[in-house]
Nanobody, 116 residues
Framework: QVQLVESGGGLVQPGGSLRLSCAAS????????MNWYRQAPGKEREPVAD????????NYADSVKGRFTISRDNAKNTVYLQMNSLKPEDTAVYYC?????????WGQGTQVTVSS
C-alpha cells in the first residue's frame, strides 16, 4: 500500500533552517509529481511546494518563495523540503502528498514550530 512518512520537523528559532524528508513506498515514485502542504492551527491545509516526477520543475507558494526549496531523490524514493529563513508564520504541520489515479495520499505530518 501507499505510504508516505515525513520526518525532520522540530522547534527552531526565527531565521533558522530545517530540512524535511518524506520517504515514499507502495508506488512507482519516479513516475509521479510530489507535493508538500502545511496546516497551521485553525487554518486550512495549504500547498507549499510541488515538484515534477523527474525533478525538473518546481513551484512554490508566494509565502515561501526564495526561502524554501523542494527536491527529490528518485533512487531513494524520497522528497525533501529545505526551509531557510524560517518565520513564526511558518509554524504548522507539514504534510507530504501524492495524487494517484485521482486519489490523494497523505503522510502523518511533521510538526514545525518557529519560535524564540
Amino acid at each position: 500500500q501507499v505510504q508516505l512518512v515525513e520526518s525532520g520537523g522540530g522547534l527552531v528559532q526565527p531565521g533558522g533552517s530545517l530540512r524535511l524528508s518524506c520517504a515514499a513506498s507502495g508506488f512507482t515514485f519516479r513516475s509521479f509529481a510530489m507535493n508538500w502542504y502545511r496546516q497551521a492551527p485553525g487554518k486550512e491545509r495549504e500547498p507549499v511546494a510541488d515538484i515534477t516526477s523527474n525533478g525538473g520543475v518546481s513551484n512554490y507558494a508566494d509565502s515561501v518563495k526564495g526561502r524554501f526549496t523542494i527536491s527529490r531523490d528518485n533512487a531513494k524514493n524520497t522528497v525533501y523540503l529545505q526551509m531557510n529563513s524560517l518565520k513564526p508564520e511558518d509554524t504548522a504541520v507539514y504534510y507530504c502528498n501524492v495524487v494517484l489515479n485521482g486519489f490523494n495520499y497523505w503522510g502523518q505530518g511533521t510538526q514545525v514550530t518557529v519560535s524564540s
